[in-house]
């Protein structure tokens, strides 16, 4: 079945430490994003990317990086800078590149976690 | 802004009852989505809808676009306990190059049997 992959679904961090959350998908989408979700907050874009080797800052990108270096592969790198990083993250991507006229299929989400 | 609001933040209600959720813009959009997330699941694509005054219907699910385009609801007829999750809208984001989208914050539908 083709679908979005994340790995873990569970992290935990140390202060100071830079974590990065796996999302695959093989579902041959050109579009792949990243959410994060807190309680009662809704989805809140950190970064997308509409095409390989390219992305662009969603509202809440400081503190976190990311690459696309392969469409099928969309890694969020959590950074030390990143002061409040405990929440739900979500990867979803779409088929085409106009991701807002698409529907956004998700992954199961990776909760992170400060020790 | 391009927010959109979602009302009510929470609906408890009698399972058989029907539910309501609203979604709210203060400017003009070109579509709105309806996504559904189950209790410690991802959110699910139900449905978008693109035209002024557009119905469509999901068996119990009948989502509403207005005549001005500047708001949409999800009505649920007869609500079973496989209903409970939270309802997200979302629009297009216009800023930049249209490729993502803005979410409201969701209801949160829980249904007592």
């Known amino acids: 079945d083709g679908g979005i992959t994340q790995s873990p679904k569970y992290l935990f961090r140390k202060e100071g430490q830079n974590v990065t959350l796996s999302c695959e998908q093989n579902?041959?989408?050109?579009?792949m994003y990243w959410y994060r979700q807190d309680p009662g907050q809704g989805l809140r874009l950190i970064y997308y990317s509409q095409i390989v080797n390219d992305f662009q800052k969603g509202d809440i990108a400081e503190g976190y990086s990311v690459s696309r270096e392969k469409k099928e592969s969309f890694p969020l790198t959590v950074t030390s800078a990143q002061k409040n990083p405990t929440a739900f993250y979500l990867c979803?991507?779409?088929?085409?590149?106009?991701?807002?006229?698409?529907?956004?299929?998700f992954g199961d989400g990776t909760r992170l976690s400060i020790l | 802004g391009q927010q959109v609001m979602q009302i009510p933040q929470y609906q408890h209600v009698q399972e058989g009852e029907d539910f309501t959720t609203y979604c709210n813009s203060s400017t003009t959009l070109s579509n709105i989505q309806w996504y559904k997330q189950r209790p410690g699941g991802h959110p699910v694509f139900l449905i978008q809808?693109?035209?002024?005054?557009e119905v469509k219907k999901q068996k119990r699910l009948t989502f509403q676009f207005g005549e001005a385009k500047k708001n949409s609801s999800l009505h649920i007829t007869a609500t079973q306990t496989t209903d409970v999750g939270t309802y997200f809208c979302?629009?297009?984001?216009?800023?930049?190059?249209?490729?993502?989208?803005?979410f409201g914050k969701g209801t949160k539908l829980s249904v007592k049997p």
């Open positions: 809808l693109v035209k002024s005054g």
């Open positions: 979803a991507s779409t088929r085409g590149g106009t991701g807002g006229r698409q529907p956004q299929h």
């Open positions: 979302a629009r297009l984001n216009y800023g930049g190059s249209q490729g993502n989208l803005i």
């Open positions: 579902l041959n989408h050109d579009a």
